[in-house]
T-cell receptor, first 109, second 113 residues
Framework: GQNIDQPTEMTATEGAIVQINCTYQ??????LFWYQQHAGEAPTFLSY??LDGLEEKGRFSSFLSRSKGYSYLLLKELQMKDSASYLC??????????WGAGTKLIIKP | IAGITQAPTSQILAAGRRMTLRCTQD?????MYWYRQDLGLGLRLIHY???????GKGEVPDGYSVSRANTDDFPLTLASAVPSQTSVYFC????????????FGPGTRLLVL
């Protein structure tokens, strides 16, 4: 079966750095997405990785290792508004997105 | 303002009733999707459409039907609602099916009693 694993919940301090991991086992791979979802709102796109390596976008970076079936989302200089769930999703061989259950990130002052 | 709209925002529905959730996008995206999101589970794909006139089944299609008469609209119908269909439903769209970012509507919160 297809599976996306990410931690259920993480806590970090304002101003710090946090890394949210995602491991996957899917039938085929056509890219990995990270989305942010604030409570009661729709998911919004953060990043897309299809090749190995690190993609940096301001305070957010995403890393992919296809051989290890592994990705992480790195958030720097954490702000209170970063409190949200972070969803990892992999596009499989049928071009359908398989979603993880999400990591709830709690930021403390 | 470009984007995706969904209606209704929320709904309480008696079991056995028929319900259509509406989704409209004005980005001229070819692909559209319906997901459900339940606590502790990832988003699960119900149905999708690659382009107007075509639809496909996702991971959890039973009890749901869709149509895609034109590019902009992608309604989801529950023919006879059951309590297990209580969920938050998100509509999404992307330029194409392959390797493109999906943009989500605000969601419809459905409670089936």
């Amino acid at each position: 079966g297809q599976n996306i694993d990410q931690p259920t919940e993480m806590t970090a301090t304002e101003g710090a750095i946090v890394q949210i991991n995602c491991t996957y086992q899917t039938s085929g791979f056509n890219g990995l997405f990270w989305y942010q979802q604030h409570a009661g709102e729709a998911p919004t796109f953060l990043s897309y990785n299809v090749l190995d390596g690190l993609e940096e976008k301001g305070r957010f970076s995403s890393f992919l290792s296809r051989s290890k079936g592994y990705s992480y989302l790195l958030l720097k200089e954490l702000q209170m508004k970063d409190s949200a769930s972070y969803l990892c999703a992999v596009m499989d061989s049928n071009y359908q997105l398989i979603w993880g259950a999400g990591t709830k990130l709690i930021i403390k002052p | 303002i470009a984007g995706i709209t969904q209606a209704p925002t929320s709904q309480i529905l008696a079991a056995g009733r028929r319900m259509t959730l509406r989704c409209t996008q004005d980005m001229r995206h070819n692909a559209m999707y319906w997901y459900r999101q339940d606590l502790g589970l990832g988003l699960r794909l119900i149905h999708y459409s690659n382009t107007a006139g075509t639809t496909g089944k996702g991971e959890v299609p039973d009890g749901y039907s869709v149509s895609r008469a034109n590019t902009d609209d992608f309604p989801l119908t529950l023919a006879s609602a059951v309590p297990s269909q209580t969920s938050v439903y998100f509509c999404a769209s992307s330029r194409r099916l392959v390797g493109e970012t999906q943009y989500f509507g605000p969601g419809t919160r459905l409670l089936v009693l």
